[in-house]
């Protein structure tokens, strides 16, 4: 039962960046240059799915995959770097939508 739910969060993770990948040619073919949505809005909703379901991607697959110990810590150092900058970006786009929350 674990393996099964282990693999499910690897799923998840590939179903974010899938997803995100098809959002980011759905804009590119569906939205004329210039127009539509806030450009730096655009930014933060492409990449943060991204690098969350690469995140949730790198956290199970070594151990499944019964990587070395040496792989392991590799990909959990870059693991969470990928954690401390999809927190930054979460940051920023919380304060961008409050800010603007808070003119308006």
Same mark, same amino acid.
């Given at each position: 039962?674990?393996?099964?739910? $282990?693999?499910?969060?690897?799923?998840?993770?590939?179903?974010?960046?899938?997803?995100?990948?098809?959002?980011?040619?759905?804009?590119?073919?569906?939205?004329?240059? %210039?127009?539509?949505? $806030?450009?730096?809005?655009?930014?933060?909703?492409?990449?943060?799915?991204?690098?969350? %379901?690469?995140?949730?991607?790198?956290?199970?697959?070594? %151990?499944?995959?019964?990587?070395?110990?040496?792989?392991?810590?590799?990909? $959990?150092?870059?693991?969470?770097?990928?954690?401390?900058?999809?927190?930054?970006?979460?940051?920023?786009?919380?304060?961008?939508?409050?800010?603007?929350?808070?003119?308006?």
């Amino acid at each position: 039962m674990l393996r099964f739910m $282990d693999w499910s969060v690897v799923t998840m993770g590939c179903v974010l960046v899938l997803a995100s990948l098809g959002s980011r040619w759905w804009e590119r073919v569906k939205v004329p240059k %210039g127009q539509g949505l $806030d450009q730096g809005m655009r930014f933060f909703w492409a990449w943060l799915p991204l690098l969350t %379901g690469l995140g949730m991607i790198a956290a199970k697959v070594p %151990g499944l995959l019964r990587a070395p110990y040496t792989v392991v810590e590799i990909v $959990d150092a870059l693991n969470f770097v990928t954690a401390v900058v999809v927190l930054v970006i979460a940051v920023r786009l919380g304060r961008r939508v409050f800010r603007a929350r808070t003119i308006t």
